[in-house]
């Protein structure tokens, strides 16, 4: 698997360039590769921004999130459920320009919109598309990738065990990690990258609603973090 990172120009709130900042992927796409944007800069080309002088941050906080977690005022800190995943602060994220980002409206169709632009566009079938955000894993220091909606792909695959059971390997969260290695977020310039001869990956032969992507990633009943 190879993975990189491209560099682009710098993307500027409140709302910036869709068509630009695809137009960077441009002749470095082949059949059977994946292709991951950042949440914050999709934010920015989508209008997805908001001044932070017009809105209290911490309300802003509590109304992006679908459920506040816990709370830590001694350390200022917000854990979240927002769009299945859990986040800091309910993906409300801070800025230079003076203004605040929130998470991509409605990813899923958002991601498969891009799928169909490219594929269109570059005459190319196979074809991921990952939008990517970083979040703190219990217990752990530091954060990590995760995706926060894709397309084009089955992001979860089963591993038949030994004992005639199934094990699941979350494959879009660990694309979306590897991914966030390598790239950073607006300010810093590559905020996008290609993964090329990603392992174990199934594309979609043909075009799919946007919930299946959803419904392969969502947790099931039966799982440890149905509780939230």
Known sequence: MNITPIKTRSFLPPKDSLDDLLH?????????????????????????????????????????SSKILSRRSNHNILL??????????????????GYYSLLPKKPYK?????????????????LGVIITDSHSVPFRNGAIGIAVAGY???PVADYRTK???????DLIDGLAA???????EAANHTPICVIKHPPDIKYFTKIMPASIMRSYMYVRKDEVYNMF
């Open 80 to 97: 979240t459920k927002k769009d299945d995943m859990l986040v800091e602060y309910g993906g409300v994220d801070t800025l230079a320009a």
């Open 24 to 64: 960077y992927f441009d002749n470095r796409l082949t059949e059977g590769c994946i292709i991951t944007i950042s949440s914050k800069v999709l934010s920015i080309c989508v209008g997805n921004c908001i001044p932070a002088d017009e809105y209290d941050k911490q309300k802003l906080q509590e109304k992006e």
């Open 163 to 169: 004992n005639g059971g199934k094990a699941h390997a």
């Open 178 to 184: 590897a991914a966030n290695l390598v790239i950073g």
């Open 110 to 126: 958002l991601a498969k919109q891009i799928w169909k632009k490219i594929r269109k566009e570059q005459k190319i079938k196979k």
């Open 152 to 154: 084009g792909f089955k």
